[in-house]
């Protein structure tokens, strides 16, 4: 079964690729701000190579290549992205003559598919192979499942937490506190992977704290991740918060996540009703703008729609998941709404919950014995990946 696994894992690459060719190829790519792009480096090709390889390296993409080109700069917003994928693009670019775009879409599959394998692994021990391979399969179908193959820190993370779960598992508490590490120098929720890690020490020592070993040294390695980065940044700009600092870019702030959930909630309410308007002169978001009323309302209701499929899919495997997988699926999906957006919320929250891979685990138990059930979920989630591949490599928001 992990043979099959790793086939699906290289047929859903390729049908996302194609989607992504014939949209571009067909239809066109959306004219972008000037700002929003690299012309020299991100979109390096030109005819039909252009549709093969450019759509991936658009939006954070973009980022991401003109940090691995020129390094971070203090007051430009790029300390908003953490050091290891860009760094890894970086090195990887010289053995492709330094072309950045190709370098990182080699990184990304690479990832990813170390992730389908310790993710196939993680759930067969805990389950049955056919639960183990329809969790790889619908987190690679997931309607925002481009990202692993995009100019995105998405793959690597994954890998990462993985890694650092499922050794944390067996008790290799050294490579799995190692793994945390880069995991948190590849995104700021890496940290979130203390929460498990701890859980897993503690229930292989009966949860007796007298228990407490060497190996406990190991948890600490998470946390010292962020704290490289943050010493970097104290070094360099002289704020070790920086990277927090710049979210105001992104018009993201700081707030309880009971606000942010409310302001979700609030935003897909007036979002739905802008839609049933079918008109712009009135806005009933006040953080929208009369060009992109529409798609701002699609968004914040997509947002919200997908956090709570999340949050019922995490109280489905509460009692059928381990304890420590339950709490990293709670942490992953809850450590956005710390930091909302003025106009979304919830922005970015499809992309947010390929992390979660717990709430896949739910789903494809639920679906086990129920094979109807099975290809309803997976006809619905090829359809709407086929549609937001489309949107992304056209260069349209999609999270």
């Known amino acids: 079964m992990l043979r099959r696994t790793m086939v699906m894992a290289v047929v859903s690459r390729l049908l996302i690729g194609l989607t992504a060719f014939l949209a571009t190829d067909l239809i066109g790519v959306k004219a972008a701000p000037w700002a929003q792009r690299l012309p020299r480096l991100a979109e390096p ?14 939006w954070d993409g973009v980022w991401f290549i003109k940090i691995a080109a020129d390094g971070y700069a203090g007051n430009d917003g790029t300390v908003a992205f953490f050091p290891l994928y860009p760094l890894m693009v970086r090195w990887v670019g010289i053995l492709f003559d330094n072309n950045l775009v190709i ?38 179908i997931f309607p925002t499942a481009f990202y692993w193959q ?29 793994a945390g590490l880069l995991a948190a120098l590849t995104r700021s929720a890496g940290f979130l992977l203390i929460v498990p890690m701890v859980i897993c020490y503690y229930e292989q020592r009966g949860w007796k704290l007298r228990r407490t070993d060497a190996s406990a040294a190991s948890l600490l ?26 979210q105001d870019q992104w018009r993201r702030y700081l707030a309880v996540p009971t606000f942010a959930l409310w ?106 014995r129920r094979p109807r059930t099975h290809l309803i979920y997976a006809g619905l989630m090829i359809l709407f990946c086929v549609v937001l591949t489309a949107k992304f490599a056209m260069f349209s928001w999609v999270a």
Do not use: D
Request: hydrophobic content about 55%.
């Open 150 to 178: 995009a100019v995105y820190s998405e793959s690597m993370f994954l890998m990462l937490s993985l890694a650092c779960i499922l050794w944390s598992t067996e008790g290799r508490w050294k490579v799995a506190g190692l």
């Open 103 to 140: 370098a990182g879409i080699v990184v990304s599959l690479a990832c990813y598919f170390a992730a389908m394998y310790f993710l196939y692994r993680l759930v067969e021990a805990r389950c049955s192979p056919v639960v183990a391979y329809r969790t790889c399969l619908y987190i690679s």
């Open 263 to 368: 302001k979700s909630v609030e935003a897909a309410y007036e979002g739905a009703r802008q839609l049933i308007s079918a008109q712009t002169s009135r806005l009933y978001w006040p953080a929208s703008q009369p060009g992109a009323a529409m798609p701002l309302a699609v968004a914040n209701l997509v947002n919200l729609a997908s956090f709570v499929v999340a949050c019922l899919a995490i109280f489905y495997g509460l009692r059928r998941l381990p304890v420590a997988l339950s709490a990293y699926a709670v942490v992953t999906i809850g450590y956005p709404l710390l930091f909302p957006a003025t106009s979304m919320p919830l922005m970015s929250m499809p992309r947010f919950l390929l992390a979660a891979f717990p709430i896949f685990m739910s789903i494809a138990i639920s679906t086990e």
């Open 221 to 246: 390695m998470i946390p010292e991740g962020l704290m490289v980065w943050m010493a970097y940044l104290s070094l360099g700009f002289g704020k070790p918060l920086l990277f927090a600092q710049v």
């Open 45 to 58: 090709f030109h005819g039909s190579l252009a549709h093969l390889f450019n759509p991936w390296a658009v």
